[in-house]
């Protein structure tokens, strides 16, 4: 589990392709603390949550599966990437509860500046469209971010100076893409009325 707040960007340093569509991706953790992370620790990258399989100094490196290739983006070779180690019971939720599972990739619409802040509108695939709600939770890129406006399949974020600096947000524009995981509890909630539902008819 994750909260959705960054603690380093780093970047793809390499890219080993291997058969049936897998990969060795080797990432440079930027200003991200190593010094705790084990082999078989997990690390969100842009969202994905991957496990540690090799680590140096200021690197790692995470096996990569062509069904995460299939749904997500972030991996191509220099790409900068928004890292979170994984969440310990002792920690403080910052954000929201953030699982790694990206369930798609958005599209941004349009990115521009309101004074010191921005606004980011991203437009999401339409079976994720329902579980994005005004003043509820989303993660892009693995950040946690409060969704400021819906309509239809896109939503609108502000991004205030502190998580611009402190991510990679600074790359996008339009036509940019992300990955999207959608709040899990509004997930559970479509699941627990759709079972209602189906036991009510009984």
Known sequence: MF???????????????RPGGDARVTIAAGGLDLADVGLGDSIAANGVCLTVVEKGADHYSVDVSAETFSCTIGFTPGEAVNLEKALRLADRLGGHIVSGH?????????????????????????????????????????????????????????????????????????????NLEVDMLARYAERLLAYTDATDKD
């Open 3 to 17: 909260t959705g707040i960054i603690q380093a960007v780093g970047h793809i340093q390499h890219l080993v392709e």
């Open 102 to 178: 990206v369930d798609g990739v958005g599209e941004v619409v349009r990115f521009e500046s309101l004074g010191e802040s921005h606004r980011l509108d991203i437009r999401a695939p339409f079976r994720l469209a329902k579980y994005i709600a005004a003043k509820g939770s989303i993660a892009v890129n693995g950040v946690s971010l409060t969704v400021n406006r819906v309509v239809g399949e896109e939503f609108s974020i502000n991004l205030i100076p502190h998580t611009l600096e402190h991510t990679g947000f600074k790359a996008l524009k339009a036509g940019s893409r992300v």
